[in-house]
């Protein structure tokens, strides 16, 4: 057997945009991945289906796995055959522990890639507005661990040098030694008015940041109950906050938006979401499965083609092309029900009729298994293919529920309801308990209808199902608590 490889991989902090192009192109190829607590549940949805993913951080059952346990781990899965990513949060060089997995790895004689990724240090500070440099305050940089300790229990750092030498100092998972950090730096000369920031949750919809002199900075997190993942920035362009933040002043920022899928077609809704500071899960995540899909047979006895949803367009020109069917054999009079079908047929040149009605006798129903009901009333149906839950995009939901991020969801039709009480189920979660705190935006006054039927009354009914009408709604509304 052939021997596998490691991709040792910085995530980046917080925003799972902020991964780098080559950490997600071995993400996405990897047969196995470890991830860290501080990886952004969102990026487990880059995963392929059929990777084993392990989870490094703590769990209920049990604590962190250690890490001469991880990196065996490593050795073991890529002395199977197996491609190995292991993900953690920011760069994984910058207190990652990269070099010990990597020393393991060498040291049994794997092949392996380390990819960097943005670090805390300077990312949290940006989302922040806050640079760590700037011709006016400050034109050097330092990044340091918080918690790594002396024999006397300090942390072991040169305090002198810091408080002598450094404009702008990051402090990495010091949270727990706030207080002391602050007071060394003052005791070696720092002066107590240095403006501090504290930024918690960092390039997250979660984010907070505390501004406070040097010598307040500890009584001002403690004061709003600041914890960790936090990073500490000491220097002059942290008082830039005020002045330069951007993130906080987005129109949907403080959002965690769950848009409720019933399809494995791409919409828009979720770009236009991020782009107004909210974050976004699309779930469940669909593969469009056509294994078990039937030979079309032949479509000249037909005068009448119902097509059910956007999928079923490319499975129905595939099957096509595959088996040499000209275009001029499908029937004259084409129809769906749905619009992101209507538009999928004009991006191949047909302009079908956006109908409900009633079919003829001589009619062909082509869609999607679990929408086989609604092909009663035609005279035959193509079964086009069938939806496969994404394994990635599960493990990204459950992460977000487990851990209570998520505050508001997007309902936009009657079958998502059906979907979202089955998606929660499965979670563990009882559906009208958990929607209660939740902003919970239904797309018109029939899936309002069906929220109501199972006990929820949605906190916003959509006169336009679209976009803008969707941003706005979310805008005028408060976040929940």
Known sequence: MNTGKVFLIGAGPGDPGLITVKGRENLEKADVVLYDRLVHPLLLQYVQQGAELIYCGKLPERHHLRQETIQQILVDKAAEGFTVARLKGGDPGMFGRVGE???????????????????????????????????????????????????????????????????????????????????????????????????????TSRQRVAVAPLERIQEEAKRRQMKNPAMT?????????????????????????????TSAAAGSTAPALRSNGAEVLESPGWIV??????????????????????????????????????????????????????????????????TKENPGPHSLWIGPE???????????????????????????????????????VVVPSSQAVHVLWKELDRNGLSPVEWLINRTVTAHGPEIEKSLR???????????????????????????PE
């Not at 496969?388 to 459950?398: D, L």
């Not at 039927?453 to 976040?479: C, F, M, Q, W, Y």
């Open 453 to 479: 039927n199972r006990g929820v009354k949605p906190t916003v009914t959509l006169p336009s199902p679209d976009t803008e009408t969707l941003i706005n709604a979310l805008s005028n509304n408060s976040v």
């Open 289 to 354: 499965d056509t294994q078990e899909t039937k030979q079309l047979g032949s479509l000249y006895s037909f005068d009448h083609l119902h097509i059910a949803a956007e999928e079923s367009v490319d499975v129905l020109f595939d099957e096509m092309k595959q088996n040499r069917m000209d275009l001029r054999a499908l029937p004259g009079r084409i129809s769906t029900a749905s619009r992101r079908t209507l538009e999928k047929l004009e991006s191949y040149g047909l302009f079908a009729g956006f």
């Open 101 to 203: 997995e990597a020393e393991a790895l060498a040291e049994a004689g794997i092949s392996y890639e380390m990819v960097p990724g943005i670090t805390a240090g300077m990312a949290a500070p940006m989302y922040a507005g806050i640079p760590v440099t700037h011709r006016d305050f400050s034109g050097n940089f330092a990044a340091v661990t918080g918690h790594t300790k002396t024999e006397d229990g300090q942390p072991g750092i040169d305090w002198k040098s810091l408080a002598a030498g450094i404009d702008t100092t990051a402090f990495y998972m010091g949270m727990k030694n706030l207080g002391t950090i602050a007071g060394r730096l003052i005791e070696n000369g720092k002066d107590p008015d240095t403006p501090a920031a504290v930024i918690e949750w960092a390039a």
């Open 370 to 408: 679990h929408a086989c009901r609604e092909a009663e009333a035609f005279s035959q149906k193509w079964v086009s293919h069938r939806l496969t839950p994404a394994k990635g995009v599960q493990a990204s939901t459950a992460a977000l529920l487990q851990n209570d991020w998520i505050n508001t």
């Open 233 to 261: 920035i000491v220097g002059e362009t942290a008082a830039l906050h005020r002045k330069l933040k951007w993130l906080e002043k987005k129109p949907l920022f403080g959002r965690f938006v769950w848009v409720v899928k």
